[in-house]
């Protein structure tokens, strides 16, 4: 058992339909059947979505993802049509809302791997492949690999683990042409992105992208993109491979809820408990830490 400790009650905005709560947005349609995504504070950890609030984080993950689409839009087009709330709407959804274009979304979570961690790295240890690709002898924790890798995932429910597939089961599932389009499009973006972090310090381990097609079949990225709840930044000048890296994203909380501080039993079905202020604090001062050394800019 996993989900939401509480599931909030989404607003009721004039002019909007709520579609969707996620682990993170809400998702309204506007009059004119766009998408407004509203990014929240909330915290996700072990398939929880976790009763505290982390302060600033969905105005954080928002303008990271802008600041990467305008970095990457010579590669693909991206979903984003404005950054204005639509009128009516809370004044707290400043600076947390975009509104997109509706797309036929692809349902493949388009991971690319620069660095052995995480779930890759233990099917590596099992078989020594990642999604059914052979990779050398000798890696370890926070290795990097010998060439990006694009090591796809089919989406799941929330509270349900995304599942790593091969790239010829995407190709079933999508068709050749529209998986050789995400597996290209998914490593361009993924070199930038690792280029463009390396100048300022930070290691791009593995990042994940979602992508779909708009009226016209083309390939549109969507979502946000980059940000330290889809990617894995690690600071460059305390990596070290054999261990776990330090990292720019909520490891302060599943260090917690594992720590005999916090109480929690993974194992059991019962939900994590609220988070400590010290615990909260450290996380909000991580996604700052990232935003501010990616852009350059300082957080307000």
């Excluded at 058992?1 to 599931?7: H, I, N």
């Excluded at 954080?60 to 600041?67: C, E, P």
């Excluded at 890798?149 to 089919?154: D, G, K, R, V």
Aim: proline share 8%.
């Amino acid at each position: 058992m996993s989900g939401f400790v509480e599931k909030p009650e989404p607003l009721e905005v004039p002019g909007l339909v709520h579609l969707h709560t996620g682990k993170v947005r809400e998702l309204y349609q506007n009059e004119a059947g766009d998408l407004v995504m509203v990014a929240s504070d909330r915290i996700s950890a072990y398939d929880w979505v976790l009763p505290t609030a982390i302060p600033d984080k969905g105005r954080v993950l928002t303008q990271l993802s802008l600041w990467w689409f305008d970095r990457l839009s010579d590669l693909i087009p991206h979903h984003v049509i404005s950054t204005e709330p639509p009128a009516g709407a809370p004044a707290d959804w400043a600076g947390r809302t975009l509104v997109c274009k509706s797309l036929r979304m692809i349902p493949v979570e388009c991971v690319a791997r620069g660095y052995l961690t995480g779930s890759g790295l233990a099917e590596y240890n099992e078989s020594r492949t990642v999604c059914g690709l052979a990779l050398p002898e000798g890696l370890t924790d926070g290795s990097e690999l010998p060439a990006p890798i694009f090591t796809p995932a089919t989406k799941a429910a929330v509270g349900d683990h995304d599942e790593n597939v091969s790239y010829e089961e995407v190709a079933r599932q999508v068709g050749a042409e529209t998986a050789a389009q995400l597996r290209q499009s998914t490593l361009a973006i993924y070199s930038r992105a690792r280029d463009i972090a390396r100048a300022r310090g930070i290691i791009l381990a593995d990042t994940k992208f979602e992508f779909g097609h708009d009226g016209d079949g083309g390939l549109v990225l969507a979502d946000e993109v980059l940000t330290p709840d889809s990617s894995r930044f690690w600071p460059a000048d305390s990596w070290e491979p054999g261990r776990a890296q330090p990292s720019f994203d909520k490891q302060y909380v599943r260090d917690w809820l594992t720590s005999d501080a916090s109480g929690w039993d993974r194992a059991s079905e019962q939900p994590p408990p609220p988070l400590p202020q010290e615990v909260v604090d450290a996380t909000r001062g991580k996604y700052i830490e990232a935003y501010e050394r990616l852009t350059g800019t300082t957080w307000s």
